[in-house]
């Protein structure tokens, strides 16, 4: 696909998002064929999630009985390929637009869901996790398979609040809204290659998996790139190698010092194995015919 003068949302899309803190792009912006390495990427990165740093492998689900949300956070730093995709260049693109300048990525992460699963992910905000970082972002959450009601699409509250609301924490590793359900949000299916984008302050969440397929979704978080030209430039590169740069040392020397005193791995990740629990394998790895990109 040239990508020259291509334009992955379009006016009215942009006024919504920037009118409602968020926005959803219900069309298959990102092809199939431009899928398919994204998911084989990640689908190794959940294989290898016992190899991964402690602080960077989560369990979203509200509730261990009510199954299992795994999430890897920072999958684009330990997987740099990810960055090479025309999935990646896509977003960026579609990102860019909707900030309307140019944008870096400062997070991301991928969330896979398995089939059968009966755990919601809590409605919160994303900037209850930072609350000192109350910054424009525009993050895309890309459908590798088509969200549907069924398997857990996002769901946005209709009006975005002014300021952040009191959360609570939810499970092992997420946050959620004080007094708000996931059923009091609005759902917002998308097919494979379609995405949601969604501001610090929007109101979001999704639903639990009651399909029979993984529903697998990248998450990329985008703010304003102030770096000069020549030092964007610079950094893309290294990424681009796999080599770490400088904005990232604090996170990794942080990650290391949770790593000398290792919480126990989410239920889903056999750490002494060193696999993906053999139930858990079964649901959170693609068969080979469950994927979008078929």
Known sequence: MNLSGFRPVHR???????????????????????????????????ERAHELPAPWVHDLAPDARTGCVPEIVNAAHVEPRLLRTRAYRLAVRAARRLLGTPVELTFDH??????????????HQDLAF?????????TIWLALVDATCANGCMRFLPETPKGLLDHEPVGRDALGVVGLDVSQAHPHPVPAGGFTVHSQRAVHG?????????RAVWILKFVKDERSWRRRTWERSLELQGVVVPRRFAELREAAGDRARPAPPPDWVDGAAGVVQKAGMQNVLPSGDDRAYR
């Open 130 to 138: 930072q609350p000192d970082w109350d910054v424009p972002t525009a």
């Open 12 to 46: 009215g899309e942009v006024a919504r998002f920037r009118r409602d803190g968020f926005v959803v792009v219900d069309r298959p912006v990102v092809p199939a064929r431009a899928l398919r390495p994204v998911r084989e990427l990640l689908d190794g990165l959940f």
């Open 110 to 123: 991928a969330i896979f869901k398995p089939p059968g699963s009966g755990a919601d992910t809590a409605l």
């Open 206 to 214: 999704s639903g639990r998996n009651e399909s029979s397929d993984v």
